[in-house]
């Protein structure tokens, strides 16, 4: 057996291919598709996934407005911030928030999914959540994906 041709492959940005894809949200499970999308923007679905450097597709994704959640978490799940002042917790349910602004609720899910460092914060550059179907980025011709 020639042990050299296994050979560990690690990416690093001049090699990675990046490419964009499109989801479409409507009547997804907010939970399901968040750790889909988590997992394409973080590259793990590629087979030359390295864990310290960004190789995940840029992913847009559509209709955030028209997601799902199951049970009564519509109402009862609370999201929890802090404005820095003192008493200034403040709590939003995601139907008050899919009222005010849509695409957050698909945002704060998938920014939970991904790592608490300064890679997890440059992968979050490469969502992009739109409430409606259209969406500005045809320029770099997206294909569209189901999951």
């Not at 499970?29 to 394409?40: E, T, V």
């Not at 959640?69 to 403040?90: A, H, M």
């Amino acid at each position: 057996m020639n042990t050299l041709s296994y050979k560990t492959v690690s990416a690093n940005a001049k090699t990675v291919n990046k490419q964009w894809v499109v989801v479409d949200a409507q009547g997804e499970i907010l939970g399901r598709l968040s750790s889909k999308i988590a997992m394409i923007i973080r590259g793990k679905n590629k087979p030359e996934y390295t864990p310290h450097v960004d190789c995940g597709d840029n992913v847009i994704v559509i209709n955030a407005d028209k997601i799902k959640l199951t049970g009564n978490k519509f109402s009862d799940k609370v999201y929890t911030s802090y404005t820095g002042y003192p008493g200034g917790q403040r709590f939003i349910s995601p139907k008050e928030l899919m009222a005010k602004h849509p695409t957050r609720v698909i945002e704060k899910a998938v920014r939970g999914m991904l790592p608490k460092t300064k890679l997890g914060a440059k992968l979050y550059t490469n969502l992009f959540v739109y409430a409606g179907t259209e969406h500005p980025h045809a320029a770099q011709s997206p294909k569209t994906i189901t999951l």
